[in-house]
C-alpha cells in the first residue's frame, strides 16, 4: 500500500526585499498600497521591491523607487536604519530598510498603488503585518 506521507517542506531561503521610508522634514512618511494582483493587495506598506540576484540593497532600492514611483533616491541620504526577516504564508522575505530623506521628483503611482503622506496618525488601513512593528519603532526612533 503506498503511503500518503509527504516529505515536510522545506523552509525557502528568505527573499531579500529593499525597503524605503521616504521622511520629509515635517515628519511625515510615504506609504504605498499594494496594487490588485499582488499578495496582500490593498494593504499598506512602505514602498519598495525585491533585490534581483548580486544586486547591492542599495542599488536594489535606487531601481525599485525609481520604476514603482518614479523618484531618484539620493544615495548619499539613504540611511541603513534595519532589517528584519517576516514569514508571510506565500514568502519568507528579509526586509532590508532605509531612511530616506533626500530624493528628487515627486512620488507618482507608476504602478496602479495608491499613495499617501503619514504621520503617527495613520488614515490608511490595513497594514501589512511587517510594516506594523516598524512604524512603532520608528516613532520610538525620531
Same mark, same amino acid.
Given at each position: $500500500?503506498? /503511503?500518503?506521507?509527504?516529505?515536510?517542506?522545506?523552509?525557502?531561503?528568505?527573499?531579500? #526585499?529593499? =525597503?524605503?521610508? +521616504?521622511?520629509?522634514?515635517?515628519?511625515?512618511?510615504? $506609504?504605498?498600497?499594494?496594487?490588485?494582483?499582488?499578495?496582500?493587495?490593498?494593504?499598506?506598506? %512602505?514602498? *519598495?521591491?525585491? =533585490?534581483?540576484? *548580486?544586486?547591492?540593497? +542599495?542599488?536594489?532600492?535606487?531601481?525599485? %523607487?525609481?520604476?514603482?514611483? *518614479? =523618484?531618484?533616491?539620493?544615495?548619499? %541620504?539613504?540611511?541603513? @536604519? !534595519?532589517? !528584519?526577516?517576516? #514569514?508571510?504564508?506565500?514568502?519568507?522575505?528579509?526586509?532590508? %530598510?532605509? +531612511?530616506?530623506?533626500?530624493?528628487? *521628483?515627486?512620488?507618482? /503611482?507608476?504602478?496602479?498603488?495608491?499613495?499617501? @503622506?503619514?504621520?503617527?496618525?495613520?488614515?490608511v488601513q490595513p497594514l501589512l503585518p511587517a510594516t506594523i512593528p516598524l512604524?512603532? @519603532? $520608528? @516613532?520610538?526612533?525620531?
Amino acid at each position: $500500500m503506498a /503511503s500518503d506521507l509527504s516529505p515536510a517542506p522545506s523552509v525557502a531561503k528568505p527573499i531579500d #526585499v529593499a =525597503v524605503g521610508i +521616504l521622511v520629509k522634514p515635517n515628519g511625515e512618511v510615504l $506609504m504605498a498600497q499594494r496594487p490588485e494582483g499582488k499578495p496582500y493587495a490593498g494593504y499598506w506598506e %512602505f514602498p *519598495g521591491g525585491k =533585490v534581483e540576484a *548580486g544586486e547591492p540593497i +542599495l542599488s536594489a532600492l535606487i531601481r525599485e %523607487f525609481k520604476e514603482e514611483i *518614479g =523618484v531618484e533616491i539620493d544615495p548619499n %541620504f539613504a540611511e541603513a @536604519w !534595519c532589517g !528584519c526577516a517576516y #514569514v508571510y504564508p506565500h514568502a519568507h522575505v528579509h526586509l532590508h %530598510f532605509y +531612511l530616506c530623506r533626500a530624493w528628487q *521628483g515627486e512620488p507618482q /503611482s507608476l504602478e496602479g498603488q495608491q499613495l499617501a @503622506w503619514q504621520g503617527e496618525t495613520l488614515n490608511v488601513q490595513p497594514l501589512l503585518p511587517a510594516t506594523i512593528p516598524l512604524l512603532e @519603532w $520608528m @516613532w520610538q526612533a525620531r
